[in-house]
């Protein structure tokens, strides 16, 4: 149980980092496509 | 690699703008699923995989709802968008970007963890019934976690700025920006390998100590793609520009001078370009009598296509400085038959913007000089008893005119400075 808690706690850090960072991307793209578009 | 970022992004904008929603819906869905089918842990029964896809469906609705929302809020900018043709230059303000914009402003990462993690969590406490309430408190942890860094972001970023080694990162240039990009790609590429073994496992994944040696390593790559992303974020938030942007026109260098008081907003509005021999009107060759007939066309389906705007009474006009007054005259007098009675030129201010990713760049920035098209009307961009000058042959040129509603718009910055000290 502890290493599932251990697993959970991980897999929740990882996939919170990861969207959290995924989105940041996305949205630096979002602002590269604005920019090029000159707005 | 912002220099290929914008070609890539040249790219995609020749598709067209609608392809950008549903990719950004797809991607979104693909992070909430490859979360929710790595975490669920009994993803080879139907009902664990049935568990699993629900954090993905609910994301998908939201950001569909979100998107259709966005839609109805701005259907008349849409519909601009769509009679004005596929000519993205004709009037670049209401081309479907702002909602594009608007759809990046939303707090999105709030709606992924808001739909995605419940989802997850249900997953969780189905499979782990003995741990299930244990993960719901760590979820609401994390969701508040992540609340707290956004509005460490937004509101108290430049105090972690100034203790944080930015001034380094500024200096390091475009290049490291390529290696801060790489811990992400490497985040979102192991994303899939992880689904693929979790998977492929017969290892009972509850027992073995490799399912935590995963999920740690994972983390770590995603701490360090977390980190290496502020600098992305920020500039992203703070609107600063990504590169110096290569226009097709520059303004004369004697405006780099003026100071930014006496510019005003730049209006969404035709531009009159007077650079060369033949005129252009938003890009297609005019002569006078076609520029007011088209003006006038346009000041009358102005309120068709904007119906929640002002009414078209503005003209922007590229001139250089030495341009005379009497080549200038017809083209205006054209527009102020056509019913616009404000013009104003536009220039170009040389400024530097500082960035996270890449420095700091040259990022000039719009400046609009208002002149009246007739002494007979008054403009709000003047005080009443001094009206601005007007376009005539007292300025015989577009520098003289240009110096003199420079002097009237700092005149009137002044006196309204005096008014709201009062």
């Known amino acids: 149980m502890r290493r599932d808690l251990v697993t959970i706690a991980l897999a929740l850090l990882a996939a919170t980092l990861g969207a959290l960072a995924a989105l940041d991307w996305l949205g630096y793209g979002l602002h590269a496509l604005s920019w090029a578009h000159g707005s | 690699m912002s220099g290929e970022l914008l070609e890539w992004a040249q790219d995609v904008e020749r598709f067209g703008a609608p392809v950008l929603a549903p990719l950004l819906i797809v991607t979104a869905a693909l992070i909430a699923a490859g979360v929710a089918i790595v975490t669920a842990p009994r993803a080879r029964t139907s009902s664990g995989r049935a568990w699993a896809l629900a954090p993905a469906t609910l994301l998908t609705l939201g950001a569909a709802g979100c998107l259709a929302a966005l839609i109805a809020e701005d259907r008349d900018q849409l519909l601009a968008w769509v009679l004005e043709g596929s000519s993205r230059d004709v009037y670049s303000g209401s081309a479907p970007w702002p909602l594009f914009m608007q759809l990046r402003m939303l707090p999105l990462v709030e709606l992924v963890l808001a739909l995605a993690i419940p989802g997850t969590a249900l997953a969780y406490a189905r499979a782990f019934r003995r741990v299930g309430p244990l993960f719901l408190m760590a979820a609401a942890v994390s969701i508040a976690a992540a609340f707290a860094v956004g509005w460490l972001d937004a509101e108290r970023l430049t105090l972690l700025r100034s203790i944080g080694p930015h001034e380094a990162w500024r200096a390091a240039g475009a290049e490291w920006a390529t290696l801060r990009l790489a811990p ?206 007007f376009a005539d042959e007292r300025w015989p040129t577009v520098g003289a005119l240009v110096r003199e509603a420079t002097r009237h718009r700092l005149g009137y910055a002044y006196l309204r400075s005096l008014t709201s000290a009062w």
């Open chain 2, 184 to 389: 992400v790609v490497v985040a979102l590429l192991c994303m899939p390998a992880l689904v693929f073994l979790r998977w492929r496992s017969h290892v009972s994944w509850t027992t073995s100590w490799r399912a935590p040696a995963i999920a740690g390593s994972l983390a770590a790559l995603a701490a360090l793609a977390f980190i290496s992303t502020r600098g992305h974020a920020a500039d992203a938030r703070r609107w600063t520009p990504l590169a110096t942007r290569t226009g097709t026109w520059v303004a004369p260098s004697e405006l780099a001078s003026i100071p930014s008081s006496a510019c005003v907003e730049p209006a969404i509005a035709p531009v009159l370009d007077l650079r060369e021999e033949v005129a252009r009107l938003d890009g297609m060759r005019v002569d006078p009598e076609t520029t007011r007939e088209n003006l006038a066309t346009m000041r009358r389906n102005w309120r068709i296509l904007h119906p929640r705007g002002e009414p078209l009474d503005v003209v922007r006009l590229i001139a250089p400085l030495e341009r005379e007054w009497p080549e200038l005259e017809p083209y205006l007098v054209a527009a102020y038959r056509a019913g616009l009675t404000r013009a104003r030129f536009v220039f170009r201010r040389p400024a530097i913007a500082h960035t996270d990713v890449r420095g700091p760049i040259d990022a000039p920035r719009g400046c609009d000089v208002p002149v009246r098209l007739s002494p007979y009307i008054d403009s709000s961009e003047y005080p009443r008893y001094e009206p601005g000058p």
